[in-house]
Each structure stands twice: as C-alpha cells, then as structure tokens.
C-alpha cells in the first residue's frame, strides 16, 4: 500500500481514499457510504474509520437513539492540500 506524510502521520492508500470520498461528500459520511463506495465490508471501514478517528481526521457522530456511531464528521485542516 502506498502511504502519505502529513505532519509526520502516515496515511495508507485506503485511509487517503476515505479522506478524499468524505471531502467530496461535504464533510460527513456514513460508513455504509464507505461500504458502497469502495467495496469492501462493515469491519474493514470501521477499523480504518478507528485508525482515521485516533489520527485526528474523523469525530463520530453517534446517533440520538443509542450508542451507535451513524457518520462521521471530517475534521478540516489547511494541509489537507496534500491530498490530491
């Protein structure tokens, strides 16, 4: 996998996908969006949805009735440039 530098935090191709899909989708994004999008299962976009959360990209916005994270929000920086 291909990996990108931002302030000294890696970013695989996969994770630069994510990114890129949820700044084309004005910022939020579900995770089944992810699922459709990129094809590939619930576990593996929660697992790197985790890695984005932990690496300052992603806030999870739970839902209202439970505990259940129902998007996510992108956290904006002005290095974000070096993703395309």
């Known amino acids: 996998m291909g990996v990108n530098r931002e302030r000294g935090r890696q970013f695989s191709r996969f994770e630069l996908d994510i990114l890129r899909i ?3 989708s004005n910022g939020f994004i579900r995770p089944i969006d ?6 590939v299962s619930l576990n593996t976009v929660r697992k790197y949805m985790k ?9 999870p916005v739970v839902s209202k009735v439970g505990s ?5 929000e992108y956290i904006h920086s002005f290095s974000d440039k070096q993703l395309w």
Do not use: D, P
């Not at 890695?51 to 806030?59: A, I, P, R, S």
């Not at 259940?68 to 996510?72: A, I, T």
């Open 34 to 39: 992810l699922v459709n999008e990129l094809g």
């Open 22 to 24: 949820a700044i084309r």
């Open 51 to 59: 890695t984005l959360c932990e690496k300052g990209k992603f806030t």
């Open 68 to 72: 259940k994270v129902c998007r996510y």
